[in-house]
């Protein structure tokens, strides 16, 4: 029976990734540590459900126990593990730096040496298009540089990505990053966008629309999210015999390492998404067009050509369909 460990599985991505495993039959051990971060009581609830599927298994624990983590690896013997948890969050970490050092460094680390030591086969870890930061070439490609984050939350993703490949290239760990963009559907997190424009719009208060609503994002569909975790999770890195030292690809390496984006490789501009959610809740939304943030980047926009031909997918969800599904979700959680 494959044994996999699914990190953040209460959270947004990990519940819908651990479900999609169960009901394939595997095992999973599910790790968070229930933070206060949002509301626990959606957390709360998506356990619930995990926990109602045959093979789940739920374990308490912050990534940053460097002894806990270690006695969960030797006892478990995982085959698989996909890191999800992480402090979430761009603005956030303009106010509490602290909480991404210790989870997103510190707790990966201590997934590192786990994997490392008990000889896990394949460690797949959320990674993020933040990472991109200054970056103005679009669309964002695996293969371009990306040294200049402008938040501490994409310099902690960029450092996993680092970590990933030391350990890929030191103990042979076959690793694979993620770089997720801007991802929303049912039982999202209550401080993104969606979550936030829908339960304003229908409590009849304002929303703040940052950029005057010239954002542009990647806005990609859990589900999309999850066929391409698994799909990586099956193809484990060999690394590449082409790559060369005098003109290195950021995108490969001589290592057992990868990195790929998961996007919906279609931009839509921010207030394109607020009209499709006011069209889909049929109300108008009263909007406070306010400048950019600090941290925050103007434009995201997956290229996805490497994960189309290493694994044949590329999400394609459309923003009118996926908005739907998540107001049916919302309004049926919150009984509106």
């Known amino acids: 029976m494959v044994n996999i460990l699914v990190t953040g599985a209460a959270g947004f991505i990990g519940f819908h990734l651990s479900k999609r495993l169960l009901e394939a039959g595997l095992t999973v051990v599910g790790l968070d540590n229930l933070n206060d971060y949002y509301d626990v009581n959606l957390k709360l609830a998506r356990l619930e459900q995990l926990k109602a599927l045959p093979g789940f298994r739920f374990v308490k624990m912050e990534l940053s126990d460097r002894q806990a983590m270690a006695g969960l690896f030797a006892s478990e013997r995982f085959d698989r593990v996909v890191n999800l ?6 603005r956030y970490s303009l106010v509490n730096p602290y909480a991404y050092t210790e989870s997103n460094i510190e707790g990966f680390i201590n997934i590192l040496e786990g994997c490392r030591h008990q000889g896990v086969k394949h460690l797949v870890y959320a990674s993020s298009s933040s990472v991109y930061g200054a970056n103005t070439e679009m669309p964002f490609s695996v293969h371009h540089n990306v ?5 501490l939350y994409a310099a902690t993703k960029k450092a996993n990505e680092l970590m990933a490949h030391t350990y890929a290239s ?3 760990l076959p690793t694979t990053g993620l770089r997720f963009f801007t991802v929303y559907g049912p039982w999202g997190r209550p401080d993104m966008a969606l979550f936030l424009f829908t339960r304003a719009i229908l409590e009849g208060r ?8 010239k954002m542009q994002r990647d806005f990609t569909f859990v589900d999309d999210i ?8 099956e ?10 030292g005098a003109s290195p690809d950021p995108g490969s390496s001589y290592a057992p390492y990868s990195i790929y984006n998961i996007g919906n490789n279609q931009p839509v501009e921010l207030i394109r998404f607020i009209e499709v959610l006011e069209e889909e809740l049929g109300r108008k ?6 400048p950019i943030q600090p941290g925050d980047v103007p434009a995201t926009y997956a290229d996805v050509d490497d994960l189309m031909r290493d694994v044949g997918f590329r999400p394609a969800t459309s923003i009118e369909d996926g908005i739907a599904r998540f107001v049916k979700w919302y309004r049926g959680y919150y009984q509106v």
């Open 226 to 233: 999850v066929e391409g975790v698994v799909r990586v999770m």
């Open 206 to 213: 304002p929303i703040d629309v940052y950029n005057f609503g």
């Open 147 to 151: 040294d200049h984050p402008v938040s």
């Open 170 to 172: 030191l103990y042979g």
């Open 85 to 90: 948890a992480a402090q979430a969050g761009v």
């Open 285 to 290: 939304a009263m909007k406070n067009l306010l």
């Open 235 to 244: 193809r484990i890195p060999a690394g590449n015999s082409a790559w060369s």
